[in-house]
């Protein structure tokens, strides 16, 4: 069996700040590497649970900012990981093919303009807005496409939300409640840790009645988002139109290239990457 597991790191129980790269102080570099344990920790849980549960091949992705999150010197040694630049290799969820059992998913914020939600951005606008999608349902839609069924994930509680709307019967771990979009009341990371690692075998072990989150295509893409995290969002790019919505997320920062001023595009030099 082979599990892949995605992160993010907004919605580990503990984090309700975005990080400052710019910022060398040791008191931002103190609270970014506690947040960065606070991670590896919920991900170690999700990890063990997988070998626990039969899995031969656990592959982790670090794919929130910079792809240095998580502290993979404390990780399982039986997994792997994938870090550093995300999307340089051309491809979001770069290993993740149609031989994966499952999908289990680390530290998941919600869409932007959520209210009352821990740092929300990315706003994925499908069909002319006949519905939305996080980062975190659009990795299970592109899993999808691939007959890889979510099992598993954790963040606050309003991706739960949403999570659970989409994907009927998925388990989860409602890390925090949030109160502002940097405010929480969160588990304590022991208690966090130890229900993901419960969720995680339930979701392992319930990986064939959970079914895959398949989005019909063709499929009409956008992207919203701003830098602040409060309303209102801007459109980023225009809308594309693709067969699926894999093909639709593959394809829609190349072809949005310049009006995203922050996108370097793959397989490009390292200018502009901020290292943790
Ligand atoms: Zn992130």
Not at 191 to 198: A, G, M
Request: aromatic share 10%; glycine share 8%; proline share 7%.
């Amino acid at each position: 069996m082979k599990v892949y597991i995605q992160t993010d790191i907004e919605g580990v129980a503990g984090f309700c700040f975005q990080e400052n790269r710019r910022d060398p102080g040791i008191e931002n570099v103190r609270h970014r590497y506690r947040m960065y344990k606070l991670l590896t920790d919920e991900v170690n849980a999700a990890v063990r649970a997988a070998f626990d549960e039969g899995a031969e091949v656990v592959i982790v992705n670090d794919n929130h900012g910079s792809g240095y999150n998580i502290l993979f010197e404390e990780l399982d040694e039986r997994c792997r990981i994938i870090h550093g630049r995300n999307g340089s290799s051309g491809k979001w969820l770069a290993f993740l093919d149609e031989t994966f059992d499952c999908m289990l998913q680390i530290g998941m914020h919600a869409m932007g303009a959520t209210p009352n939600s821990i740092i929300p951005h990315s706003l994925w606008e499908v069909n002319d807005g006949a519905f939305y999608r996080s980062e975190g349902t659009m990795a299970a839609a592109v899993a999808g496409d691939l007959g890889v069924p979510s099992v598993m994930m954790a963040g606050d509680d309003k991706i739960c939300a949403e999570f659970r709307e989409k994907i009927p019967g998925i388990e989860q771990v409602q890390t925090k409640v949030a109160l502002s979009c940097y405010q929480a009341c969160s588990l304590i990371p022991k208690r966090s840790c130890k229900l993901i690692y419960e969720a995680a075998r339930r979701g392992i072990a319930r990986r064939k009645e959970i079914k895959p989150f398949f989005v019909p295509g063709p499929v009409r893409l956008r992207l919203w988002d701003n830098a602040t995290h409060v309303p209102p969002l801007s459109p980023l790019g225009e809308t594309i139109e693709r067969p699926t919505i894999t093909q639709a997320e593959h394809d829609y920062y190349p072809a949005n290239k310049p009006s995203l001023p922050w996108y370097k595009g793959p397989s490009t030099d390292m200018d502009g990457f901020m290292f943790p």
